[in-house]
């Protein structure tokens, strides 16, 4: 049966300052997840992709992404 990656999370918070010896199962199965994901070349391209993106976006405007996706304050 395959962990959930957030039984992770769950396993440390419950366990406290014993989650390195409780966890070790939730966290093989996290870094399973992970490592599939690092190895999956269209996930690499996808993120390259995006990367470039916002790279070019930056280079235009000179504002990062998080600034430019922040809400602007509204007046009354």
Do not use: H, W
Not at 27 to 46: G, H, I, M, Q, R
Not at 55 to 71: D, N, V, W
């Amino acid at each position: 049966m395959a962990l959930d990656p957030s039984d992770f999370t769950k396993c440390c918070k419950d366990s406290g300052v014993l989650m390195v010896v409780k966890c070790r199962k939730e966290n093989s199965a996290l870094k399973d997840c992970l490592t599939s994901y690092y190895k999956d070349p269209a996930f690499y391209e996808e993120c390259k992709m995006e990367y470039l993106k916002e790279r070019e976006e930056f280079r235009r405007t000179g504002i990062p992404t998080k600034k430019r996706l922040q809400k602007l304050p509204t007046s009354m």
